[in-house]
Every structure is written in C-alpha cells, then in structure tokens.
C-alpha cells in the first residue's frame, strides 16, 4: 500500500482528475497514490476516466439522502476505510460540512480559477472577465468552511489578451490548473507544506 493516499471529489468532466492520474502515472506525485474517486453524479464522464484508471469510486445521489450531513458521514467512512491522506477537489460542485471539513483541516485542497480572494464562487473566469480585470489565474488552497476562503498554497498568473474570448481565456487558465494541481498534490504529499495560520510556507 502507498504511504500516501489520496481521494479525488469530481463532478463533471474529470480533466483535472486525469491530470492527476497522469502525474501518478508518470511517478511525479512524490510517491502518492489516486486511491479513490468520490463523485456525487455517477453519470458523469469523470467517472468513466476513473474506471479506465483503475481507481475505485464512491458514487452516491445526494437525493436519496436526508440531509448534507448525512452522505458526508458516509463519504468520511469510506474515506478512513481506504486511509486517505488528502481530499483533492477537483470540479466537485458541493458545499462541504464540518463532518468533512474538520477532520480534513489541512488535508483538503481545492483549485479555483481566478486569483483569490478575487472572484470566488462560480463562473469565476466569467467574473474577472466582465470585470475587465488585466490579469487573472488560478489559486490552489486548503479548504475551510467558507466559500474559497481557505488558506492560499499557490497561484499562477494569467494575463488576458486585448479582445480574447472568453473560451480563449478559459482554456488558457484550465491548462494552468493541469499544471499546477499535480505539483501543489506532489509537495503536500512529499511533506513540504506547513500551513501557520493564514500563511503556507512551502520548502
């Protein structure tokens, strides 16, 4: 069993996952294993990419749950049965609970496309670009209880051109993510991120 275990939450497409994958494949993940991938539409295309991988999945319909609290809990028993050492977010479209949220404290990450804390929430590309902002990105961050407002590890700078589209703008920032996603999992995973208070301090 690898040290290291790591579970992708997904809810769409899966490219980022498949980057992830990828990166495992290519032995850059610092030694981490893709061991599980929680998904919350069991139709969608990320996890046909999971089956190809071989990575196994927890699939689930929050309709026939009660509550958020109670499919977390069942998400959180799947997670501790597997040892996961670090939540990935991945295109995962939920709010998280406490019930996930405070086990995971510095364990749970997320990608975000633009540069926080500027345009968190959704359609964030589509924000900084109404907004005529120069410059946007991408930020990968821990995840807390609010709204993209956890503690930031890494951002990447993106410029938006004189008269781009906005499907420009977008493909250019989703490679950014491919990118930089693996490279944030491989410092985690290889212990070279302290998290002290609001700052991280990467060696």
Request: aromatic share 6%; net charge negative; glycine share 10%.
């Amino acid at each position: 069993m690898s040290s290291y275990r790591i579970a992708v939450f997904a809810s769409g497409q899966g490219t980022n996952f498949q980057s992830l994958v990828d990166a495992a494949g290519r032995g850059e993940l610092g030694g981490a294993e893709i061991a599980l991938l929680v998904c919350d539409k069991p139709q969608a295309p990320v996890v046909k990419r999971a089956e190809q991988a071989g990575v196994e999945q927890f699939l689930f319909q929050p309709k026939q749950y009660a509550s958020r609290e109670e499919y977390e809990r069942e998400i959180a028993a799947e997670l501790e049965k597997r040892s996961i050492d670090l939540i990935v977010l991945a295109g995962y479209m939920r709010l998280l609970t406490a019930v996930l949220v405070e086990p995971y404290e510095g364990r749970m990450i997320n990608i975000h496309p633009s540069l926080l804390p500027a345009f968190p929430g959704v359609n964030a590309i589509g924000q900084a670009y109404d907004y005529g902002v120069k410059v946007t990105g991408a930020t990968v961050h821990f995840v807390d209880g609010g709204m993209d407002t956890g503690a930031v590890i890494a951002q990447r700078t993106v410029d938006i051109r004189e008269g781009e589209s906005i499907e420009s703008l977008e493909e250019r920032i989703h490679a950014v993510e491919k990118e930089m996603y693996p490279q944030v999992v491989r410092l985690l995973a290889e212990g070279r991120v302290r998290l002290d208070g609001r700052k991280v301090i990467l060696t």
